[in-house]
């Protein structure tokens, strides 16, 4: 499956930004799809993910109440809708698909079965 991101870019501390993962290649509904991140010097980390079916959106504790992940399998692409940004928010973002939800929840990116490149977000103060 390919996956492409979009939708990142410059925005000030407080503002919001929705990133787009688009996916071609196979069946999106068959796959589970999350959200990764990035940041200068750091490892990569788990942000949010939804089933293939658009239920059980499940998040970080660092986004939970603030981003909102979600999915439209007629347009097979992923979102990730981000509120009250944060400099710490700053990273390339990046989408991932999985096709075990254990997997996905766990988090860890070598556990991801397929990866789009990244976008990035900067988040000023």
């Known amino acids: 499956v390919q996956l492409q991101a979009f939708g990142g870019g410059l925005v000030q501390a407080g503002g919001s930004l929705r990133l787009s993962c688009a996916a071609s290649?196979?069946?999106?509904?068959?796959?589970?799809m999350g959200w990764f991140r990035q940041a200068p010097g750091k490892e990569r980390e788990f942000v949010a993910a939804?089933?293939?079916?658009?239920?059980?959106?499940y998040y970080a504790d660092s986004v939970k109440g603030r981003f909102t992940i979600s999915r439209d399998n007629a347009k097979n692409t992923v979102y990730l809708q981000m509120n009250s940004l944060k400099p710490e928010d700053t990273a390339v973002y990046y989408c991932?698909?999985?096709?075990?939800?254990?997997?996905?929840?766990?988090?860890?990116?070598?556990?991801?079965?397929?990866w789009g490149k990244g976008t990035q977000v900067t988040v000023s103060s």
């Open positions: 290649g196979r069946t999106f509904s068959s796959d589970h």
């Open positions: 939804i089933r293939g079916s658009g239920f059980s959106p």
């Open positions: 991932a698909a999985a096709a075990n939800w254990g997997a996905m929840t766990r988090g860890r990116p070598y556990d991801m079965d397929y």
